[in-house]
């Protein structure tokens, strides 16, 4: 089975600073990568798919990058909004996902 | 609009069966995509239970494969999710979702049903 290592686990930052959060494959996966945002007591929402594509109607603050075992997600400038939970996710067989990565305004 | 809507008992007794079912509007079932049920405990992240096809062709996860069972009803453009032997550690709430067969992006999502098992 694939596991998706994801990090931080949380971090804190100040509105409009550039957040980075990365996920790491047990082996290759190609761009079959997805990022997803989720707010408390919500459905989580897709963000960004295929490691770089944008989902209609997501702000493009939000950028993935990365193939292979290495994946990035950017917020370029963070937005009070932003607040959340954010989760990666492979597909190989099956899904899964990161253990979640919170982010929180300073 | 797709829409997915989850409905089934809020609480269940240990060692009995969980039974849900996803009922799907504005799209149907038939035409494609594979259809999931995603669960996710108090306070932690997100685990996928399995995926039907609307052929009826399934899979799981590997963790669960032994209590779980998904099945679809194309007529009534809804899908379901039983998970047997249930204990404290099902406790969560239970998301049914749509997604894509080549890169599992899950697109759409209903919006989650919490389950408790406690006697």
């Known amino acids: 089975d694939i596991q998706m290592t994801q990090s931080p686990s949380s971090l804190s930052a100040s509105v409009g600073d550039r957040v980075t959060i990365t996920c790491q494959a047990s082996q290759d996966i190609s761009n079959y990568l997805n990022w997803y945002q989720q707010k408390p007591g919500k459905a989580p929402k897709l963000l960004i798919y295929?490691?770089?594509n944008l989902e209609t109607g997501v702000p493009s603050r939000f950028s993935g990058s990365g193939s292979g075992t290495d994946f990035t997600f950017t917020i370029s400038s963070l937005q009070p909004e932003d607040i959340a939970t954010y989760y990666c996710?492979?597909?190989?067989?099956?899904?899964?996902f990161g253990g979640g990565t919170k982010v929180e305004i300073k | 609009q797709v829409q997915l809507q989850e409905s089934g008992p809020g609480l269940v007794k240990p060692s009995e069966t969980l039974s849900l079912t996803c009922a799907v509007s504005g799209y149907s079932i038939s035409s494609g995509y594979y259809w999931g049920w995603i669960r996710q405990p108090p306070g932690k992240g997100l685990e996928w239970i399995g995926s039907?096809?609307?052929?009826?062709?399934?899979y799981y996860n590997p963790s669960l494969k032994s209590r779980v069972t998904i099945s679809v009803d194309t007529s009534k453009n809804q899908f379901s999710l039983k998970l047997s032997s249930v204990t404290a550690a099902d406790t969560a709430v239970y998301y049914c979702a749509r997604h894509t067969p080549l890169g599992g992006r899950v697109d759409y999502w209903g919006q989650g049903t919490l389950v408790t098992v406690s006697s």
């Open positions: 039907i096809y609307h052929s009826g062709s399934t």
């Open positions: 295929d490691a770089s």
């Open positions: 996710q492979q597909y190989d067989n099956g899904l899964t």
